[in-house]
């Protein structure tokens, strides 16, 4: 079922356009992953869909209810995790996630039990009474998700949720984006970070200037580029008969042989290596150095832009 | 209107805004030592207004009394009062409106029936109203040992034996009490800190921009009218303990008089906090961050505070100070104190009603604008 429909969207500040013409839809139970550099559109797109701005054209429907239509029916069914640390530094960590359940709506003993959970759900339970301004900035990261989530809503959109915290709370994160998922929660989650979309996201729309540029899963975005992996082994004796048998190995699609590398491209390279490993050896070759490299979703915006995800 | 949103917010202004120590003591208690520290600096002061000179004044006049004496009082008064005040000749009635809104210090009632003079004073020039007393007093002292002595004169040889009447100077009809120090900056620091109330709803629309919180709070569902509201509430109730810790310190305390009107008094403290809200409003749509906000409100405020005199006892120029929204609310904060009613208070709370309006427009008008444009 398409949860987040959006359909023909466009945005303009002043003359420059910051969507173009986008559609899209979420599929409810997806991580669904928007990913591209900066100024590709992504936090306009949240920002229209959390009816935070208006869209010039275009039309948003989420879990079939036009956003223009109803807004505040809208908002109760979203979660926004924002860039930002948008939090209250004087009030406890169990304060700032009450407030913003009581926004949502929550009162009494549901309120009570909810900010209890999110607080647990986010590891924060024995620094409840904390405030935001003794927290590290993994802590406040987490403790931004927890306000977010305390209404348990059926869409939550995180805003690039790692920006400048510590592998550890990275991880921490991404691992909570996957449970939050598992409970029943659809997720859009932006990012420039690739790695993270691809280790979370089970559909993904790459971005550039306001337009979707390619949609899927990530290997059907990797098929964009090729579909082989390429395996560069640097060696100091290799001869014609070598190389000859080398080509007979199941599973290597090419094999070539230039100024002391073998270049082989395989559909998948872990299983053939071990095979090309052994004839190299048994053949006297002595390797150098091996190189293998699989398609990722930097190289299928390269391809795509000819730009680096991060310029 | 989701009243539990508007409520949801304010209460948690009103928590922040006393949670920080500085905060609370400026909120709560600056206000106290404010008044305490410039009422006792400033009482010898105003006991010594007693006997300072005076520059020549006006004074209203009315003498409808055909009597003889009281045609003998008049040409007393004006040949011997002309070197210190000129009379403006005008009616009994609405003297007292005439007093307030023409700040004449003293009036001089001789009615048409009656053996007195009346003389009523504005309560606000004990100097003028002194001057006016001693020279009423005098004329009265010799007009009145002529009538004794004619009394000891057989009635065959005096010229007028009906007027054995003595003739009196009516003192119990002041218009309004004297001000103590106390009472005036009780009054002029309530105004200042009232004003000094806007600031938080300022600082806090400003933070809430500056940390995106005010984007996060509008992906909930609630509107930004119940958002501005809960932080105009949220000021105001802060604004209300203020005025509520004031009235009752002060009146336990140094014993201030606030006069028996609270409605009065309500009333002109509900304008001059809405007035402090759309100050903070309008303060908050131009300035970007909470400290710019606080210094140049701050520096506004305390500029026209010392413009209508509040930190120093009397405005630097009567002109300059009817331009300070302070002069209006402290001019009838004070008026209430020494006995005025509604109707003397009427044209003060029309000017600070127009100011309130006039600011509200803009601020509601700029603030659209801000928030659209964000």
Known sequence: ?311 | MNWKHVTTIAINDIKMSLRSPVSFVLILFMPIIMVFVMGSVMKPAFDMAETQTVDHFDVIYVNENPEGWAKAYDSFIRNSGADYFSLVESSEVGIEDQMIENGYPVAIIVPSVGNYVQIIGSGKGLAEETVVRTLTGGFLSSLNFTIALNDSIPSDVSPNPQSKQYITEKTPDTLFSNITSYQYFASSMLVFFLLTSGMSIGTALTDDRSIKIHKRINAYPIREKEYLIGKIVGSGTIGVIQAILVIAVTTLVFGVDWGDKPMEITMIIALVIFISSAIGILFSSFIKSSGALTASMTVVLWFMAFLSGGFTGAPISDTVSNLTINHWAFQSITTVMTGGEFSNIQRELAVLLIIATLLWGAALTIYKRRVTNE
């Open chain 1, 1 to 311: 079922m398409e949860l987040i429909k959006i359909q023909d969207l466009t945005k303009r500040y002043g003359s420059n356009i910051a969507v173009d013409n986008l559609s899209l839809s979420v599929t409810e139970g997806d991580i669904f992953g928007l990913l591209g550099p900066n100024g590709a559109g992504k936090s306009t797109i949240i920002n229209i869909v959390c009816g935070l701005l208006k869209a010039d054209v275009g039309t948003i429907t989420i879990d079939n209810i036009n956003i223009k239509s109803d807004p505040m029916e809208v908002k109760r069914r979203i979660g926004l995790v924002p860039q930002e640390i948008a939090l209250y530094d004087v009030l406890t960590a169990r304060e700032n996630i009450s407030f913003f359940g009581k926004l949502a709506g929550l009162r009494g003993n549901i309120l009570k039990q909810r900010t209890d959970e999110a607080l647990e759900f986010v590891g924060l339970t024995d620094k409840f009474n904390g405030t935001p301004k003794e927290f590290s900035g993994g802590m406040k990261r987490r403790l931004n998700i927890a306000c977010a989530i305390v209404h348990q809503p059926k869409i939550i959109i995180m805003d690039e949720p790692t920006v400048g915290i510590d592998p550890q709370s990275r991880n921490h994160i991404l691992d909570s984006v996957k449970r939050l998922n598992q409970m029943g929660s659809t997720i859009i989650y932006t990012s420039h970070y690739m790695e993270e979309v691809e280790s979370i996201c089970n559909q993904i729309s790459i971005l550039d200037n306001g337009r979707v540029i390619a949609s899927g899963t990530k290997e059907q975005l990797k098929r964009i580029v090729s579909n082989e992996d390429r395996i560069t082994i640097e060696c100091l004796n290799m001869n014609y008969s070598s190389l000859e048998k080398l080509k007979t190995v199941h599973g290597l699609n090419h094999v070539e042989f230039n100024d002391n590398k073998i270049e082989i491209l395989a559909e998948n390279a872990q299983s053939v290596l071990q095979d090309v490993f052994f004839l190299l050896s048994s053949n006297d070759v002595r390797i150098k150095e091996v190189k293998m490299s699989v398609p990722n979703l930097e190289t299928v915006f390269l391809s795509l832009t000819g730009r680096k995800l991060r310029d």
